[in-house]
């Protein structure tokens, strides 16, 4: 039984290592780009979410706890916004409009609220709508528990699928060994809501005693990326490693992504927390990076105006200061490469409804990017 055993971790270690070779492609610096940035919005200085309005204006979170509405070349601040615990990682986080915004006004944002018992904070998320530049109707959707003062991994980012659900992230709270692999507990989580914060009925832990029903995967570590894939309509998603092991999943009903029981990275010291990169049960991530680029920010390119990037995913870098294209084939990525290095930190990417992507770059603002002339 002991051979047996030993045989079986050889297997599934050696699969995880083969895995590891494949996906160990280095990304290459192209020697011409076809596209430049021009600034659009200056003088920001952490740019977490951008909300693209059917007017062509801009609504943009500063972590520090502003909401501002961009149209027309001026900026305007929106008033009226929650307390916001503004501290580490944590702030004023994601934004999205409502896929019907136009005819219902609801816009949703995810922040790092006081909110509740104890000291600290924790990630909620609220819908509100704005009139004459302040926020109404506010609706608190979902507050995660317990507050902390702890300073990492608050995610967070914000998606809608085909069928209207909305899905957020939640990071891990830096309580690795806590809270990801509990789904009696918040934190290291996906979850899903009804577009008015109730949970739909097929939850997968809708009937699991104690479990917290918003979740709709877990496992995670901190997810700063979000997107629905606009072929397949499946919700992407990108996370933090610690020192290796950022990774790319697309988010299954119920799946177990194993942070932190299997990783491809290892402590920030560079110990091991984990002899195991693969385990039965357990979501195999798309894409890994090793070394980590401490990612932030997903857009999948469709616009006809980037015709050498499209169906190519881009991830903002915030440890390299740049912006990395994966080409994919069959949802494996096939090749990286770095683009506008040294531009910043970049802290998020949108392709926009008007068919331009627009980066947004700490301690600088949002760019959009355009064909070179």
């Given amino acids: 039984m002991k051979k047996l055993s030993l045989i079986l971790i050889t297997f599934i270690t050696c699969l995880a290592c083969a895995q590891q070779k494949e996906t160990e492609i280095i990304a290459e610096t192209p020697t011409n780009i076809n596209y430049t940035t021009e600034l659009i919005v200056p003088d920001l200085f952490n740019p977490w979410g951008m909300a693209f309005l059917p007017d062509g204006s801009i609504l943009i979170t500063e972590k520090s706890g502003e909401l501002i509405h961009y149209k027309n070349g001026k900026t305007t601040s929106i008033s009226g916004l929650p307390e916001i615990y503004v501290r580490g990682q944590g702030g004023f986080l994601d934004i999205e409009a409502h896929p019907n915004y136009k005819n219902n006004g609801w816009i949703y944002f995810t922040y790092a609220s006081p909110e509740g018992e104890g000291s600290g904070g924790n990630t909620a998320l609220m819908r509100a709508k704005i009139k004459n ?42 309580q690795r060994d806590v809270n990801p692999q509990d789904i009696t507990r918040d934190g290291g989580k996906i979850y899903r809501l009804n577009d008015d914060g109730s949970i739909p009925k097929d939850n997968p832990f809708v009937s699991t005693k104690n479990a917290k029903t918003a979740i709709y995967s877990y496992g995670h570590r901190n997810p700063q990326g979000m997107i629905k894939h606009p072929y397949t309509g499946a919700i992407w998603v990108h996370e933090h490693g610690p020192k290796g092991g950022d990774e790319i999943n697309i988010i299954k009903k119920g799946a177990n992504f194993g942070w932190p029981v299997i990783s491809y990275g290892v402590n920030y010291s560079g110990t091991s927390f984990t002899d195991i990169t693969a385990k039965k049960g357990m979501e195999q991530p798309l894409f890994y990076w090793v070394p980590s680029i401490a990612p932030s920010g997903m857009a999948f390119v469709t616009s006809e105006i980037y015709p050498d990037w499209k169906d190519n995913i881009l991830v903002g870098s915030l440890k390299f200061m740049y912006l990395e294209r994966l080409i994919l084939k069959n949802d494996k990525v096939v090749k990286r490469e770095k683009l506008f290095e040294g531009l910043g930190r970049v802290r998020n990417v949108v392709q926009a409804p008007d068919g331009y992507i627009y980066v947004g770059i700490e301690n600088y603002g949002i760019v959009k990017i355009v064909p070179k002339k």
Avoid at 146 to 173: C, K, M, W
């Fill in 133 to 174: 530049n302040t926020l109404v109707e506010k609706e608190l959707l979902y507050k995660a528990t317990p507050n902390t003062t702890r300073g990492q991994h608050f995610g967070s980012r914000i998606a809608f699928d085909n069928d209207g659900y909305l899905y957020f992230s939640v990071g891990e709270r830096g």
